[in-house]
């Protein structure tokens, strides 16, 4: 992937050159998102856990149903249920506009995936987890311990 930087983002540049001096991320976000947007946002980073038979998943994606299918499937192996279950396309909730959007795509999956794997950590010191980005259909963060 090559190098960027936020400044590549048409909207964030647009934006801070019209400004004297220019503005930064910080004032940026102050002037576009709502305390609910940054809230649920920090939601998608640091997501609620909760461990069923040994399986550490996120709140959100836990159905009894839905678990039990890939729990008796995957003979209860704890790491394929998880891989399964754990999982955030970033192109369901975004739809990048330009190359530039789509690299920033990338490296915000980096960052989600990074943020996972610290919040899973502090909630189960005990464990070791595996948090990746795919492609599978987009930028992908997938976590299994």
Not at 10 to 38: I, K
Request: charged fraction near 25%; aromatic fraction near 12%; proline fraction near 6%.
């Amino acid at each position: 992937m090559t190098e960027f930087h936020s400044n590549d983002l048409p909207e964030f540049r647009a934006w801070r050159e019209a400004l004297e001096p220019p503005g930064d991320a910080v004032s940026f976000v102050a002037q576009h998102v709502s305390v609910t947007a940054a809230y649920l946002l920090a939601e998608v980073f640091f997501p609620e856990l909760v461990e069923v038979h040994g399986c550490i998943l996120l709140a959100k994606s836990y159905e009894p149903a839905n678990f039990e299918d890939w729990w008796e499937r995957s003979d209860g192996d704890c790491a394929a249920v998880e891989r399964a279950l754990n999982h955030l396309h970033l192109w369901d909730i975004f739809e990048p506009e330009g190359d530039a959007e789509e690299r920033a795509l990338g490296k915000l999956a980096q960052r989600v995936a990074l943020a996972w794997r610290c919040n899973a950590e502090e909630n189960f010191p005990d464990r070791t987890f595996v948090v990746e980005v795919t492609d599978e259909y987009g930028p992908t963060v997938v976590m299994s311990s």
